[in-house]
Each structure stands twice: as C-alpha cells, then as structure tokens.
C-alpha cells in the first residue's frame, strides 16, 4: 500500500509567516491529494482537492500544489485562526491513508 | 442540506459487541462512498474502510481487515461500523464522512461518535 508521509510533524510560526508543509507519496498518486484542517476539539473540514482546488469558503491564503508523489500545502500569511493540524490524504484507490498530520501553532 | 449524522457516545467493555451508525440525508448518498474514520486519544486520523451504499461493496484499509465490519442500509441510507469483540485500544472518536461525487475526497463528515471500552 502507498504511504503517505508529512513534514513537519509541528511547527510554530508568527502570524503573517508564510507557512508551508509537505505529503509525500510512496508511489505516484497523480493528483488525487487532499488537504484537511481540524481544529481542536472539532471534525476535520476538506480545504483542498485534487491537489490544487480550493474548496468553496476556504480563504485565499491557502494553497496546494504538486503531482506524482510530492504535495506542498502552503499558507502565505499565518493567522491566529489557522491553528489547527493538517492532515493530507491520497484518494485515488483505496486505503484511502491520511499523512501522520502537521500541528500548526502560533510563536 | 446534506448532513451526516452519527449515534451517540458509548461506553462498553472489553469483549462486548457494539455497533454504531451514520444516516445520510440531504442528497442521494447512494450513488457514492461513505467511509469510517478512526481518531484516538490526541493522536491521527486513520482511514478504515468504506462502503457504497448503492451495492454495498466495501474496501478495508489492511490495518483494519478483520477487526471491524462496516455494512449499510440502502433504504434508510445509513452505514454502520461494527465490532464483535471490543478491547481497550478501540477507544477513540470514530467518523463517518462521504464524497459529493465520484472522485472526490471526503467532502461531509459526521459528527464523530466517541467510543469508550474500558472495564
């Protein structure tokens, strides 16, 4: 089965701070790639598809890239709001497997 | 409105049986998959099975093979995930979610049902 692995696990960052993170495939997954956020204590929400597409009400500050194998989700400026951990998921064939989850705070 | 809505908190022993369930409403679910997420205390999410609720085929992530059984009710276009023999390490928040459409993620999430097996 293809493993999905993201860096960092966590990361502390300013508000404002461009802020990025990776998922990893260990075999090609095209650009069948989700990006989630759960919020402490609450269900995770989908913020991207298919690598790139943000969904309806997510605020332009989010943003994915890549194909293949390699995946960044990027937030260009950091906001108190975004704290939460982030999860990328393969979805092309099942298992369906998330990323272990970067924890995203606030230095 | 497209809701996913999950049974209650449960609290059980170790050996006994459970199941819990996710009813669908506010679009035809029937026509996609729903599938079951596991979260345990403070830790990740784990992708466990899913199942289309139109024929009922189902996929299980290996981890998870044999440990649980998910089924569905096309008529009452509920999923449900089942355990014959509860142990300790089943503890956790447990989600269902579904796509829109084909070849999507998982675009609605249930409410997360917390299961808790301790003696």
């Known amino acids: 089965d293809i493993q999905m692995t993201q860096s960092p696990s966590s990361l502390s960052a300013s508000v404002g701070d461009r802020v990025t993170i990776t998922c990893r495939a260990s075999q090609g997954i095209n650009s069948y790639l989700a990006w989630y956020q759960q919020k402490p204590g609450k269900v995770p929400k989908l913020l991207i598809s298919a690598a790139s597409t943000l969904q309806s009400g997510v605020p332009s500050r989010f943003s994915g890239s890549g194909s293949g194998t390699d995946f960044t989700l990027t937030i260009s400026s950091l906001q108190p709001e975004d704290v939460a951990t982030y999860y990328c998921q393969k979805y092309n064939s099942a298992p369906w497997t998330f990323g272990q989850g970067t924890k995203v705070e606030i230095k | 409105e497209v809701q996913l809505v999950q049974s209650g908190a449960e609290m059980k022993k170790p050996g006994e049986s459970l199941k819990i369930s996710c009813q669908a409403s506010g679009y035809s679910f029937t026509n996609y998959w729903i599938g079951w997420v596991r979260q345990m205390p403070g830790k990740g999410l784990e992708w466990m099975a899913l199942?289309?609720?139109?024929?009922?085929?189902?996929r299980y992530s290996p981890s998870f093979q044999g440990q649980v059984t998910i089924s569905a009710d096309k008529s009452i276009t509920t999923a449900f995930l089942q355990w014959s023999s509860l142990r300790a390490s089943d503890t956790a928040m447990y989600y269902c979610?579904?796509?829109?459409?084909?070849?999507?993620?998982?675009?609605?999430w249930g409410q997360g049902t917390m299961v808790t097996v301790s003696s």
């Open positions: 979610a579904s796509q829109e459409r084909r070849g999507r993620p998982f675009d609605f």
């Open positions: 199942i289309f609720l139109g024929d009922s085929d189902t």
